[in-house]
């Protein structure tokens, strides 16, 4: 993926993507779940609509998906400083480097028990961030937590070429 790579288990799928959406671009799927959107007949790429991500996670599988944000962030902070603003139980961290943020999000959906985000800059480019969000079905969750983590701290994030 451009700009950003990892390692994850052998026994996930890997799905390269281009999907432009209102402010962001889904890079890619992972994981030993499945993951598919359903947008109605009249959704433009890039523009903002209503499609819903579907996820379908058997006992003790994940989906992570892997985007690219462009936010109109105020000029004074990046992605990640206003994430950690507007959610104060926002973990940062260092992520390939860079400044990052870990946050679980609200209600899982699709029969996942946990939904996670991590954030990380784009070196160079205040409003862009890159984004790991995961679904985790358990029973096992510490296991697909630890999978995850990994997957995340292996990254690395480069700047865009000029």
């Known amino acids: 993926m451009p700009g950003i790579s990892f390692a994850y288990p052998s026994t996930w799928n890997a799905t ?4 432009p959406r209102h402010y ?20 433009q790429p890039g523009e903002f609509n209503t499609c819903v991500e579907q996820l ?4 003790d599988t994940v989906v992570v998906k892997v985007s690219s944000l462009q936010l109109p962030t105020p000029a ?11 959610n104060p139980s926002a973990m940062p961290m260092l992520i390939s480097g860079q400044r990052g943020v870990r946050q679980q999000l609200g209600e899982p959906m699709s ?14 480019t205040p409003w ?10 358990g029973p096992h969750l510490d ?20």
Not at 131 to 136: F, H, K, R, V
Not at 146 to 159: E, F, P
């Open 111 to 124: 029969g996942a028990d946990e939904h996670w985000q991590w954030m990380v800059d784009v070196p160079g």
């Open 24 to 43: 962001e671009t889904v890079l890619g799927l992972l994981g030993d779940g499945s993951f598919a959107e359903a947008c109605p007949s009249d959704a």
């Open 128 to 137: 862009e961030a890159y984004t790991i969000e995961a679904w985790l079905r």
């Open 76 to 86: 004074h902070m990046t992605e990640v400083q206003y994430q950690q603003w507007a």
């Open 143 to 162: 296991a697909l937590r630890a999978q995850v983590d990994a997957l995340v701290a292996s990254m690395t994030v480069q700047a865009p070429a000029p």
């Open 56 to 59: 379908s996670l058997e006992p």
């Open 16 to 19: 390269a993507q281009s999907v």
